[in-house]
């Protein structure tokens, strides 16, 4: 049985730093593109960055900027290091997998980490 969970959110200043997991069970994530999402209230959601495990490409959403990374930590965990925030990054954040080496769209969900963003 395919199950995402996300952990690391929580309150933080503009200019700080958090690190989201999202630990995969029932697979192995090296053949499943692993993906971060996130849906601020009011709005949709939108993809934050991707990972394809077979070849360890990423692609990231244009307002990232270069501020965040995502990785393949081992078999099971995914993390998405995230930098210099901005109270516009406030959302829920997901992990979504989809077992192929280049659709990012989720198959599964995870429940979600609640990152805020504010002084």
């Known amino acids: 049985q395919v199950r995402l969970v996300e952990f690391g959110g929580g309150l933080v200043q503009p200019g700080g730093s958090l690190r989201l997991t999202c630990e995969a069970s029932?697979?192995?994530?090296?053949?499943?593109?692993m993906s971060w999402f996130r849906q601020a209230p009011g709005k949709e959601r939108e993809l934050v960055a991707f990972i394809i495990g077979v070849s360890g490409k990423t692609r990231y959403a244009d307002f990232v900027k270069d501020r965040f990374h995502i990785s393949r930590d081992n078999a099971y965990n995914t993390s998405l290091q995230m930098n210099n925030l901005e109270p516009e990054d406030t959302a829920v954040y997901h992990c979504?997998?989809?077992?192929?080496?280049?659709?990012?769209?989720?198959?599964?969900w995870g429940q979600g980490t609640q990152v805020t963003v504010s002084s």
């Open positions: 029932g697979f192995t994530t090296d053949k499943y593109v």
């Open positions: 979504g997998e989809r077992h192929s080496s280049y659709n990012y769209e989720p198959a599964h």
